[in-house]
């Protein structure tokens, strides 16, 4: 067999695990599910799936690591897109849909997780290292629309720290409720409404 096709064999492989572990994780926890249970339903070895893995710990780490890449990836094409910070903060709000979508059936992976982390300091490193990246991704942001001229001058860790909540907020419960409300004009309004009070003029600052 060719390298190629071993490569591909493996990147399925290591796929159909993932996928194994995030609907074992989900229907019976952390602590209930064993590396047998998810080779069972990804169809693998023990072998393969320790070729791959170094233990479950590890599968669940990077279950949340890649669904959070994933997110960043769309946050990052839609601000490059938008001819502002205030527009790019609306077309962020745009993918709320899918963003929910995705999030509904890892809700109970969420939960899990930060269950783990409350007795895991690794675990607690993996939770609260999102928050703090988003949090200064946001920082930095408001500090452009504050250079452009967009946003008036604000403290721009309060306003991060408000997205980023506003964020959490309904990712929640969007998740958790699906049909509770329009989650996706409640984050497109929730948005509108943070803008309302931190927008400014179209002429950059004086230096």
């Known amino acids: 067999m060719t390298k190629e096709p071993r490569q591909k064999r493996a990147q399925e492989t290591r796929a159909r695990i993932l996928a194994a572990a995030i609907e074992c994780f989900s229907r019976e926890g952390y602590d209930a599910t064993g590396v047998s249970e998810i080779c069972a339903a990804a169809g693998v070895s023990k072998g393969a799936f320790y070729h791959h893995f170094a233990s479950k710990h590890t599968v669940f780490l990077e279950l949340i690591e890649t669904?959070?890449?994933?997110?960043?990836?769309?946050?990052?094409?839609?601000?490059?897109?938008?001819?502002?910070?205030?527009?790019?903060?609306?077309?962020?709000?745009?993918?709320?849909?899918?963003?929910?979508?995705?999030?509904?059936?890892?809700?109970?992976?969420?939960?899990?997780?930060?269950?783990?982390?409350?007795?895991?300091?690794?675990?607690?490193?993996?939770?609260?290292?999102?928050?703090?990246?988003?949090?200064?991704?946001?920082?930095?942001?408001?500090?452009?629309?504050?250079?452009?001229?967009?946003?008036?001058?604000v403290d721009p860790d309060v306003v991060a720290q408000v997205i980023v909540a506003l964020a959490v907020g309904l990712l929640l419960q969007g998740a958790l409720d699906p049909q509770g409300a329009d989650w996706s004009k409640v984050a497109r309004e929730g948005v509108g409404i943070v803008l309302d009070g931190v927008r400014g003029h179209a002429t950059k600052p004086s230096a």
């Open 67 to 153: 669904w959070l890449a994933s997110v960043d990836a769309e946050l990052a094409r839609l601000l490059a897109a938008a001819s502002d910070v205030p527009q790019g903060l609306l077309r962020m709000a745009e993918v709320a849909p899918s963003i929910f979508a995705d999030a509904r059936g890892r809700v109970p992976l969420f939960l899990e997780f930060w269950r783990q982390a409350s007795r895991d300091p690794e675990v607690w490193r993996a939770t609260t290292a999102p928050y703090r990246r988003y949090h200064q991704f946001f920082e930095k942001l408001v500090e452009t629309g504050i250079q452009e001229g967009s946003l008036r001058a």
